[in-house]
């Protein structure tokens, strides 16, 4: 039980919400006003400050000025709507929540229900770093690169908060071990925590899988069926690859991103649902509005705090700390242990990893099952899967220039694969995803239109190659 305090101007409004409050086993206050907010704090310290920023006297902002108080209670934002402005001040003032109103009884228990002190939250962030410092683990995530150390930072400054959070970052970098770290440090963490790949669901499907459906409302649908959004009432909801999200079901998400409601296919009542959601990209997020794939409003909406992952070959020493962690993790399934060899760590260091850490688990699991000693050495590690070399001078070394370069043709840029003869050219400057492009189809072309070894060659997982080639209508 704790001492709460209601700040509301409308006086009846604040009497339904201290009953809702104290049926709940905590003691409550009301003030109608800044003043006597203030004179009521002086009185006693509420550890649960429910606080609407509009009010007569002044903003909710000048109560929360207060020293120490807003570092020493559980803060809760109350406003007539769910907008992108309310995210931010909930993210500056380290709310714990936001309410619209009109109260909704539900979503009110299930906050409290979740209620943790923020003591008790800085210092199990505090026991998380400590592990981290020792271990090079936060969570479920290893590395201690500066770039990671980012990363981390901003996980531990918004999970205790509800605001929207948008990771992106190239495949297998990592993106839901990031959302699920905010999850396991929130307030929500006793409860679901529920991962949805956009991409993977049919495009047929996927409106009845998010947000349920009734029975009878197509056909096959022999039953109610529950969405993500009310399996994970009262948690998390991770949208992965939500690019890959229809534009029609875009608005639908919008919409309840804006007011916490949908309703099932098939059905005409509304349903609230109290989640918070974290999205996921591996796209440039502006170059999809550009392109039609991403709503603009529904970007902003989603990008409240973003975090971007980086890849694999930017994280220097992570390589061979994570390289070993699998190794062990392998050893640990099927007994017995084995190590890198100098030469071997010198080649994963090396090698670019365009998949990155997908590929680098897929990399020390066959290497694991290759090497016929102790020592893994780098016999059966790969070589580099794309060797790039800019013609025209620059910090690489150059070849001798061809034909076209002495004629004053233009520089272009060489991307080769084995067997020799097969290779694509790209002018320098060109578009990254045009260069994408033409090298997966050109890959693609190669393996035979064989989906499995042309994500083995280009080192990416088999939903972004299926990703891909759906984009490209191949």
């Known amino acids: 039980m704790s001492h709460a305090l209601v700040v509301e101007d409308d006086e009846d409004s604040a ?41 007569p006297d002044g903003s909710g902002f000048d109560l929360i000025a207060e020293p120490g108080l807003a570092r020493d209670c559980i803060l809760i934002l109350m406003t007539g709507q769910a907008s992108l402005e309310t995210s931010i001040k909930a993210l500056r003032l380290g709310a714990a929540d936001y309410l619209v109103k009109p109260i909704n009884p539900q979503h009110l228990k299930g906050l409290l229900s979740r209620l943790i002190p923020p003591a008790q939250l800085r210092a199990e962030i505090d026991e998380v770093q400590e592990l981290w410092r020792e271990t090079g683990r936060f969570g479920h995530i290893i590395g201690r690169s500066q770039a990671m150390q980012r990363v981390y930072r901003q996980v531990s400054r918004v999970a205790g908060t509800a605001v929207t959070v948008f990771v992106h970052g190239e495949s297998g970098t990592g993106k839901e071990l990031v959302a699920r770290a905010v999850h396991d440090l929130s307030r929500r963490r006793d409860q679901p ?18 947000f349920g459906h009734e029975r009878g409302s197509f056909t096959g649908a022999e039953r109610q069926h529950q969405g993500f959004f009310e399996r994970a009432h009262g948690g998390t909801l991770f949208l992965d690859e939500v690019t890959e999200m229809p534009l029609e079901l875009q608005v639908k998400l919008l919409r309840v991103l804006e007011s916490g409601t949908f309703m099932r296919v098939g059905s005409t009542q509304v349903q609230q649902t109290d989640v918070r959601i974290i999205a996921a990209t591996n796209r440039d997020a502006q170059a999809a509005v550009a392109r039609g794939l991403l709503r603009e409003d529904l970007l902003y909406r989603l990008n409240v705090f973003p975090i971007a992952l980086p890849p694999l070959r930017e994280r220097g020493d992570d390589v061979a700390l994570i390289a070993d962690s699998f190794l062990q993790e392998q050893s640990r399934q099927e007994g017995g242990a084995k190590r890198f060899s100098p030469a071997a760590l010198a080649r994963l260091a090396a090698h670019r990893w365009p998949g990155n850490v997908r590929e680098l688990r897929n990399v020390v699991q066959r290497a694991w099952v290759m090497a016929s000693g102790d020592a893994i050495d780098e016999e059966w590690l790969p070589a580099a899967a794309v060797d790039a070399q800019v013609h025209g001078g620059g910090a690489m070394q150059a070849p001798a220039p061809s034909a076209e370069r002495r004629n004053g043709g233009p520089p272009h840029a060489r991307l080769q694969q084995e067997p020799a003869d097969n290779h694509i050219v790209v002018q320098v400057g060109s578009q990254l995803a045009d260069v994408e492009r033409r090298l997966i189809l050109a890959t693609y072309e190669l393996c035979g239109r064989h989906k499995e070894r ?19 209508r191949q």
Not at 18 to 28: F, I, K, P
Not at 35 to 50: F, G, I, K, T, Y
Not at 193 to 210: D, T
Request: with cysteine; charged share 15%.
């Open 454 to 472: 042309t994500a083995a060659l280009l080192g990416i997982s088999m939903k972004t190659l299926y990703n891909r080639l759906k984009e490209y």
């Open 193 to 210: 925590f529920l991962a949805v790949n956009c991409g993977a669901l049919s495009p047929h499907l996927i409106e009845s899988e998010i």
């Open 15 to 55: 009497q339904v919400i201290a009953a809702m409050v104290a049926r709940e086993g905590h003691t409550v206050m009301c003030a109608h006003s800044i003043a006597s907010a203030r004179r009521l704090v002086a009185m006693q310290r509420p550890e649960l400050l429910l606080l609407d920023l509009h009010l």
